[in-house]
């Protein structure tokens, strides 16, 4: 029988989620909880990979299993084999058909940063010391300007292995919660490895005039690298939405984000 087990993890100590062998992976992590439990070799299949430090307050996956008859004391269990910071959430049967990655259809990150020193925040955002001179407007243009297009080679790794480069935005915005806390979010079909850190990187650089809006412009156009490409670290990163034709979307992850709900402030 097929499930879908629901997961969101701080991904500070782990090298990302795929297992890899230079590192601890999240992955590794769960399949291991997964087999002392169920008393067999259990092997899972994410939703997608995210990069070393990056954290997920919903992340979904597939593993094939025998019927689990109680699912509550199922997420009990599986809660205490596992680290405490990997929390399993849900755990859904599924058709044989059902695919993590291959059927979703929209995926949401969000990036968190702080323009002051938070001691109790530094695993879950990044501190850009310069947010008091970067320009929310232009931020926010560079934001609308890069997601008006359809192709993204200008803001995926150099050793990214895929066919293509399109990807289709659905939404794209920068949401201010205080003076000193700004949020980056971005909704698409599909995202490119390293995709949502450097384009919030263009976005701080262009808000702080250390690159052009026409700079943006021009990468775009022309599926071009920056000549000054940044890449914001991982630890700010959260992938929080992923949506399939059929599961029902819930709202209680937003927990596992450093300020709990946005909404009120969009």
Known sequence: MRYFGRVAFNGFNYVGW???????TVQEQIEGGL???????????????TD??????????????DEIENSHLFLRSINGILA???????????????????????????????GKSDPFRTESLFHYKLLFKTELKKVRETAECIASFDEFFPFTKTNTQTSHYLCRVESVKWIELSENYWVFEISAN??????????????????????DL??????????????????????????????????????????????????GHI
Not at 52 to 59: E, K
């Open 214 to 263: 026409s700079d943006i412009e021009y990468a775009c156009q022309h599926q071009k690298r920056l000549a000054h490409a940044w890449s914001v670290p991982g630890h700010g990163l959260y992938l929080t939405d992923i949506r399939y034709p059929y599961i029902k979307s819930v709202e209680d992850s937003y927990f596992f984000e450093p300020f709990g709900p946005l909404t």
């Open 18 to 24: 795929q297992s890899q062998p230079n590192g601890k």
């Open 84 to 114: 405490e910071d990997i929390s399993f959430l849900e755990l859904l049967p599924v058709s044989a058909e059902s695919h993590a990655r291959y059927d979703a259809e929209l995926r949401t990150y969000r990036y968190y940063l702080s």
């Open 52 to 65: 070393a430090g990056v954290h997920a307050s919903r992340y979904y996956f597939h593993f094939d299993s």
């Open 190 to 211: 599909r995202f490119l490895r390293g995709m949502v850190r450097l384009i919030v990187g263009s976005c701080l650089q262009v808000g702080t005039g250390k690159l």
């Open 35 to 49: 087999s002392i439990l169920l008393r067999s070799n259990v092997k899972i299949v994410g939703c997608g990979r």
